[in-house]
């Protein structure tokens, strides 16, 4: 049976995005709670929540899905390596599919991502370049953080390895650095590239969105597969089968 879905952060662009989505598929939404909105009150009628409001609620909806045994399905970005890891443990008491980015494309991205640092090795520098609207609050991008994760657990470097942007003196480039670069403008919906320079040659990945219903579409698929799963914490890659 179909899900019973709560939208958290229904005014915002994702939420209405879902909202059509869901319309569009003929999926169930039950409840659409935003800002001073009563999230535990709404809760009752749905058996899943999809959260696209601010890192700030993240805490909130995890404590209203598990006191009250819902699924839930994070796309919310924004919150510090610290909070994240604090959030991934409390998430795991429920159903629960976090990703950064619930594009189809973008998740073979970070597959292609992986395949290409093992490949290429060191030798190859890698830089991460990311777009977005003029009105995103957070930088840089879930989906470039998470393909930061992916080039610094390839390449055996930490987080001390990342460089955001560069400016002044800064000396030649290492082969320990990975840059991430982060622009921002207009109403681009999302643009992510992935580059590996070498001495005569370069590689580059680059995904552009320019629809937010891949994101909307991917978080019902994943709100429709975490119903029937066990408490624990899962990513997109789950979702699709591409483990
Ligand atoms: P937005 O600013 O348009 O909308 C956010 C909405 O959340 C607003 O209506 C706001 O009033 C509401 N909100 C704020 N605090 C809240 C709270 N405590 N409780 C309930 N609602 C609250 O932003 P957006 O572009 O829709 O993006 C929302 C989030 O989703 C951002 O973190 C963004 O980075 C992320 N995002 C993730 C993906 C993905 O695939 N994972 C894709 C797009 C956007």
Known sequence: MAPRILINGARGRMGQALASSAKELGLVVTGEVDASDDLAAAVANADVIIDFSSHQATKAVLDVAIARKKAVVIG????SAESKKELLALAARTPCVWAGNFSVGVNLLFALTRRAARVLGSDYDAEVVEMHHRFKKDAPSGTATRLLEIILEERK????????GRAGITGERTAAEVGIHAL???????????MFA???ERLELVHKASDRGIYARGALRAAEWVVSQPSGVYDMQDVLGLK
Not at 76 to 79: L, S
Not at 184 to 194: F, I, K, L, Q, Y
Request: proline share 0%.
């Open 198 to 200: 070498a001495l005569g």
């Open 157 to 164: 470097l930490t987080a001390a390895a990342l460089r955001h």
């Open 184 to 194: 921002r403008g207009g109403d681009v919906v999302g643009e992510h590239t992935v």
């Open 76 to 79: 919310t970005t924004g919150h």
